[in-house]
Antibody, heavy 122, light 107 residues
Framework: EVQLLESGGGLVQPGGSLRLSCAAS????????MSWVRQAPGKGLEWVST????????SYADSVKGRFTISRDTSKNTLYLQMNSLRPEDTAVYYC???????????????WGKGTTVTVSS | EIVLTQSPATLSLSPGERATLSCRAS??????LAWYQQKPGQVPRLLVY???NRATGIPARFSGSGSGTDFTLTISSLEAEDFAVYYC?????????FGGGTKVDIK
């Protein structure tokens, strides 16, 4: 069974940092592009970042560019999101999501983790 | 950035009725549009991609159509489990963007 399990969320002060992790299982992790998508409380979905299946290219939403970094460790089948200079508006549930296509990037997300909650507040 | 506008914001219907959800893009996305369903307390689920292709395991009552800037998700006959929020998403241009959602609730 394909599964994604996020961790690392929590309460952090404005300006602080967090690193989110997403442990993947049930599929060949290194063959899929992976993304982070967030959802602020009571709001809609917002794409945050995508890492290509090669690991060689990244994309970011303007709202997080320069502050967040997506990466992965294929030996651990784990995706990461390093979040620095956090702002109150970054408060959200952060979902890890798998691309629908193998060895490419359809940029559609067919498997989602349950999410991890990040709260930025003093 | 491509802005996706979904309408209506809320659709109140009864089980068995047909639901028609709209997604309009601020510029052409060709056919590169998907639809997701999110039930309360659950994660999003991919329903349709590339305008009209149903994802694995999605029932045939869900269908997508459109091209360019105007897209529609149709649920032919609503079942109890279909009452949820629906989002469209485009992959034509980076950044990826989602619409604001349409909530389908029970009338």
């Amino acid at each position: 069974e394909v599964q994604l399990l996020e961790s690392g969320g929590g309460l952090v002060q404005p300006g602080g940092s967090l690193r989110l992790s997403c442990a993947a299982s049930g599929f060949t992790f290194s063959s899929y592009a992976m993304s982070w998508v967030r959802q602020a409380p009571g709001k809609g979905l917002e794409w945050v970042s995508t890492l290509t299946f090669t690991g060689g290219s990244t994309s970011y939403a303007d709202s997080v560019k320069g502050r967040f970094t997506i990466s992965r460790d294929t030996s651990k089948n784990t995706l990461y999101l390093q979040m620095n200079s956090l702002r109150p508006e970054d408060t959200a549930v952060y979902y890890c999501a798998k691309d629908r296509g193998s060895r490419g990037s359809t940029a559609y997300m067919d498997v989602w983790g349950k999410g991890t909650t990040v709260t930025v507040s003093s | 950035e491509i802005v996706l506008t979904q309408s209506p914001a809320t659709l109140s219907l009864s089980p068995g009725e047909r639901a028609t959800l709209s997604c309009r893009a601020s510029q052409s996305v060709s056919i590169y549009l998907a639809w997701y369903q999110q039930k309360p307390g659950q994660v999003p689920r991919l329903l349709v991609y590339d305008t009209s292709n149903r994802a694995t395991g999605i029932p045939a009552r869900f269908s997508g159509s459109g091209s360019g800037t105007d897209f529609t998700l149709t649920i032919s006959s609503l079942e109890a489990e279909d009452f949820a929020v629906y989002y469209c998403q485009q992959r034509s241009n980076w950044p990826l963007t989602f619409g604001g959602g349409t909530k389908v609730d029970i009338k």
